[in-house]
C-alpha cells in the first residue's frame, strides 16, 4: 500500500527553522513522481507551499515562502525534505506531503497520495 508519511513539525519562534521530511512507502519516488508539500491553516483553505518534479529536477514555491523554503528530495533514501527558514506567525499550519505521477510539478489539486500531516506552530 502507498503511504507518506510527514514528520519533523513542531513549535518554534518567530525566526526559527524547522527541516519536514516526508518518507514514502509501497512505491518509489523515481522520476516519475512529483511530490508537493500543502498547507492548512484554521479556517482557511489548503495552498501549494513547494513542489519538485522528479522527471527534471524544476521545483516551484509559493510567493509567501520565496527565499525561506527549500524543497530537496534524497531518492535513495524515498524522502522529499522542506526546510524552513525564517518562519513567521503565519507559517502556522498543518503540513501535508502529497505525490503524483507526472512531467514537472505544480501546486494545485490533483495530488493522487496524501500524508497525514505534521502540525507546524510559529510563536511571536
Known amino acids: 500500500e502507498a503511504q507518506l508519511v510527514e514528520s519533523g513539525g513542531g513549535q518554534v519562534q518567530a525566526g526559527g527553522s524547522l527541516r519536514l521530511s516526508c518518507a514514502a512507502s509501497?512505491?518509489?519516488?523515481?522520476?516519475?513522481?512529483?511530490v508537493g508539500w500543502f498547507r492548512q491553516a484554521p479556517g482557511k483553505e489548503r495552498e501549494g507551499v513547494s513542489c519538485?518534479?522528479?522527471?527534471?529536477?524544476?521545483?516551484a514555491y509559493a510567493d509567501s515562502v520565496k527565499g525561506r523554503f527549500t524543497i530537496s528530495r534524497d531518492n535513495a533514501k524515498n524522502t522529499v525534505y522542506l526546510q524552513m527558514n525564517s518562519l513567521k506567525p503565519e507559517d502556522t499550519a498543518v503540513y501535508y506531503c502529497?505525490?503524483?505521477?507526472?512531467?514537472?510539478?505544480?501546486?494545485?489539486?490533483?495530488?493522487?497520495?496524501w500524508g497525514q500531516g505534521t502540525q507546524v506552530t510559529v510563536s511571536s
Open positions: 502529497a505525490a503524483t505521477l507526472a512531467t514537472g510539478c505544480y501546486l494545485g489539486v490533483g495530488y493522487d497520495y
Open positions: 509501497g512505491f518509489t519516488l523515481n522520476e516519475l513522481w512529483a
Open positions: 519538485t518534479s522528479g522527471s527534471d529536477g524544476r521545483v
